[in-house]
């Protein structure tokens, strides 16, 4: 299943715009790229660090709200739910 991502860095970044939306081939590749994010040590992730995931393509007007959340659950694991 097709999806897009835009992966908000949390209270240490800016928030991000839809035109940052990466394609991904499945929500398994999404999961795997937010771990890859949070996994290094450059882009200082804290409790707030999230991913967006939208089953469509997400535009600059419209009504853009996620389908999924991933984000870092309290020991430590990738978490995603259904938003």
Known sequence: MECWTVIHGGY????????E???????K???DRFWR?????HNLPDDSTEMMVFLY???????NYPDFR????PRGGIRRERV
């Open 12 to 19: 240490n970044y800016s928030t991000p715009t839809w035109t």
């Open 21 to 27: 939306a990466e394609p991904c081939a499945s929500l």
């Open 29 to 31: 590749e999404a999961t």
């Open 37 to 41: 994010w949070v996994d290094d040590p």
């Open 57 to 63: 393509e997400p535009d600059e007007g419209g009504d």
């Open 70 to 73: 991933i984000f870092q659950g």
